[in-house]
């Protein structure tokens, strides 16, 4: 089968890495030069001359440093494209056959607490004008700061506030899903735990919270996998589950093989909570952690071996009346 | 104001007495030297040879403007410089869509012919990379601008993320979403399937 990805990587892939720089240093020069370019800048003469001896100097250097550039790992970010699709290509992950497993006690007692206390809480009625909102932090390996994000229930307008900066509201972002129809699919799952497996079982498109297995996740383990992914990514959308389904997913996870309990675990910003885990083998385990209260889904933590931690954890979420508007 | 010139006098200003802003330049040159090539190379990609010199300028002219107030640990500086790019990169859309779409037409794409010799040059584009320039020239730019920083470049998603001021989800489906109109117009190449173009 042909790889998208791939072809379009040699695409083009005859342009050489070591082109010449001198145009693109001379003009660089040019409009240091006659005051900055474009969006407005105060002028700084002082920089004509130092720049263009600093850049004289540095250039003899660039070719070596660009040799070094482009050793960089170049695989990084196609393994996150393709774990996106958590793919059931074998990759040898310890999987272990369902049922075979002997699961420490607790799992199903303290996730059928859970959804004692879920089923007690009051449903939540959402209007089309109203937004869902989320804030959530992103410790992704990089250094990204946590986000807020406002989804219009009508699917037309979305919003965002990155940390320290300014509201934007533009049109909701094209893709194949938008709040509103989580709603409208979190308002038609069945709340029979057994329903709800099946039915997250025969997703078409898996959805995930993050991706646990990269870049895929082996055949045995692949169904668990969906199905505790779908669960966490609709738990996200905490704030518009009816409380029966909320209960529901709360037993279907405890009937997923490999399915166990920590009861005390940080999620990825040290906040404690109760872990639901999965462990999908070779050290690789994905944590859910909820609230030790009220067992709501708090966020997303996945341990690959030797430490290496990421994860996504629900700072603040809520149905609000206004972009800008926080619980 | 009063106290605002004599924070202009402080020491470490540098701009009280005229001497150069020593620091800043520096900064910038190390940042042109580390980061120029490659970011040439992702231009000539995307736009050809023609204007990548001015965008590569003008991406350090840019970021030269905001150095100060620039706060490295906010983050990767290839992605702040991707990002000044990508904006620029914005301006010659119909240039770069015209492009992909005369590949696409003609099977011989002008964006490489100053680096390959030319009995490359006869060779023309199979059809796989013809479909593939033609799917490229219909996604709209935030895909386009979002994949082509994925595939082409050595960022991760975390680093496409912080360019394009996106939540990192929002580029995961936007990659998600582009790949299915590319895998889709590659899959049109099977024969028993009725070729829309």
């Not at chain 1, 039915?199 to 082996?218: M, T, W």
């Not at chain 2, 859309?93 to 015209?98: D, S, T």
């Not at chain 2, 040059?121 to 994949?147: E, I, M, P």
Request: proline share 6%.
């Amino acid at each position: 089968m042909v790889n998208e990805i791939e072809l379009l990587r040699e695409m083009r892939d005859e342009v050489p890495g070591r082109l010449d720089m001198s145009g693109a240093e001379r003009r660089l020069a040019e409009m240091t030069a006659r005051g900055l370019p474009a969006s407005g800048g105060r002028e700084r003469p002082a920089y004509r001359t130092w720049l263009g001896l600093t850049l004289a100097g540095a250039c003899v250097l660039a070719v070596a440093a660009m040799a070094v550039t482009r050793t960089q790992d170049a695989g990084a970010g196609l393994e996150a494209a393709g774990s996106a699709h958590e793919t059931t290509r074998p990759t040898g992950a310890a999987a272990r056959p369902s049922g075979t497993v002997t699961r420490p006690d607790g799992v199903a007692m303290v996730l059928e607490q859970a959804a004692l206390v879920a089923a007690r809480s009051t449903t939540t009625e959402i209007r089309p004008d109203q937004w869902f909102y989320l804030k959530e932090s992103q410790h992704l390996g990089g250094n990204l700061p946590p986000v807020e994000i406002w989804q219009g229930m009508d699917g037309r307008k979305s919003a965002i506030r990155q940390q320290g900066g300014e509201l934007k509201v533009t049109a909701a972002e094209k893709g194949p899903t938008h709040s509103g129809r989580t709603q409208e699919e979190v308002e038609a799952l069945p709340s029979d735990p057994d329903a709800l497996l099946r039915h997250f079982r025969a997703l078409e498109r898996g959805l995930y919270p993050l991706s646990i297995c990269r870049p895929g996740c082996s055949s045995e383990i692949a169904d668990d996998v969906k199905v505790f992914g779908a669960i966490g990514w609709y738990m996200k959308f905490g704030p518009m589950i009816p409380p029966d389904t909320a209960a529901g997913m709360y037993r279907a996870l405890a009937k997923i093989p490999n399915v166990s309990i920590e009861r005390d675990v940080t999620d990825m910003d040290g906040r404690r909570g109760v872990g639901v885990v999965f462990d999908a083998g070779e050290g690789v385990k994905a944590y859910y952690v909820l609230d030790p209260d009220d067992y709501r889904y708090m966020g997303v933590k996945v341990m690959q071996g030797e430490g290496e931690a990421t994860g996504m954890s629900v700072l603040a979420s809520g149905i609000v009346d206004r972009p800008g508007d926080v619980p | 104001m009063r106290h605002e010139s004599l924070a202009d006098l402080s020491p470490g200003s540098g701009a009280a007495d005229g001497a150069p802003p020593r620091r800043e330049s520096e900064r910038l040159a190390a940042l042109f030297v580390r980061h120029a090539p490659e970011l040439k190379r992702y231009v000539v990609r995307r736009l050809g040879l023609d204007p990548a010199d001015d965008i590569v300028a003008e991406t350090f002219a840019v970021a030269l403007q905001r150095l100060e107030s620039y706060d490295e640990r906010l983050g990767d500086e290839r992605s702040w410089l991707y990002g000044i790019a990508t904006n620029l990169i914005g301006r010659h859309r119909r240039r770069e869509i015209g492009l992909y779409r005369a590949l696409s037409r003609t099977g011989a794409d002008s964006v490489i012919e100053p680096f390959t010799d030319e009995v490359e040059r006869r060779v023309t584009a199979n059809g796989a990379r013809r479909r593939l320039a033609k799917a490229l020239a219909g996604l709209s730019q935030k895909h386009r601008d979002t994949l082509l920083l994925v595939a082409w470049t050595e960022l991760t998603y975390e680093e496409v993320a912080l360019a394009l001021d996106v939540p990192v989800g929002t580029v995961r489906s936007r990659v998600n979403r582009a790949r299915g109109k590319l895998r889709r117009a590659l899959a049109g190449m099977d024969p028993t399937v009725v070729d829309e173009g």
